[in-house]
């Protein structure tokens, strides 16, 4: 594209390149102190960081020229060993990713909480971020966010999604350990077809119905075991 370089347009372009650039590398800072903590609590002993490569914006003649930022991670310990990573796309599983991901997310989120207005509505959703977890991660992970010296749970209101109802189960056991129950909904859905229509339709079970109600729920959605019990 063309742009007249003394033009207004032009300097608050450059001024917000300036103030993103900043911006930018304090998150990263921050991500590289934060996250591989994060990372130590969830139970991996993998320490990484990110490398950010700032965009270039510039002129030539009266064309501009934009190159796209990179942010690059790179493992820098790996099992206590000093092992550069440079590709842990290749070198890591997915769980070990899934973590990190995690771990980033997490730090992001911890940032943002620290520096955003306090009446700002602030939740977090897990929409199976833990399925490819095996059940000793996922026991670390929940602990985590439980704890209330994390504050997670004081900052922000946490939703677990899942389609594994074991996951569900194991979820609502640690709630329960926690001793804070009272402060959650436990809901489940099912598919539930109409005896005369044969159209589906949602049936969601709310943890607080009656129990008759709940066996009548399960009978719909023809989970006859659970309607047994």
């Known amino acids: 594209i063309q742009v007249y370089k003394y033009s207004e347009e032009n300097k608050q372009f450059d001024k917000f390149c300036v103030h ?36 270039n914006h510039k002129k030539v003649d009266v064309n501009y020229h934009c190159d796209s930022f990179k942010i690059k991670l790179v493992i820098t310990k790996y099992m206590g060993k000093s092992i550069p990573i440079h590709r842990p796309h290749s070198f890591l599983n997915e769980a070990k990713i899934t973590a990190i991901a995690i771990a980033i997310r997490l730090a992001v989120l911890r940032k943002r909480v620290n ?22 991660n996922r026991d670390k992970l929940i602990d985590f966010l439980l704890d209330e010296d994390n ?8 939703i677990f999604l ?6 569900y189960e194991f979820v609502g056991s640690k709630i329960k350990k926690f001793g ?7 809901k ?17 079970i709310d943890s607080k119905l009656e129990l008759i109600d709940k066996a009548q729920c399960y009978y719909d959605s023809k989970d006859y075991t659970a309607c047994s019990i």
């Open 20 to 55: 993103f650039e900043k911006e930018m590398q304090d998150l990263i800072d921050f991500i590289n102190i934060n996250a591989p903590l994060i990372l130590e609590k969830l139970g991996y002993d993998i320490e990484f960081k990110l490398q950010y490569s700032e965009h």
């Open 162 to 167: 899942t389609h594994d109802k074991n996951l």
């Open 151 to 158: 504050k997670f749970t004081k900052d922000y209101q946490l």
């Open 188 to 204: 489940e859905m099912y598919s539930g077809i109409d005896s005369s229509t044969k159209i589906e339709y949602p049936i969601i």
């Open 115 to 136: 520096e955003e207005a306090p009446d700002l509505l602030k939740f977090i959703v897990f929409d199976d971020v833990m399925i490819s977890l095996d059940m000793n």
């Open 180 to 186: 804070n129950q009272e402060n959650w909904v436990f």
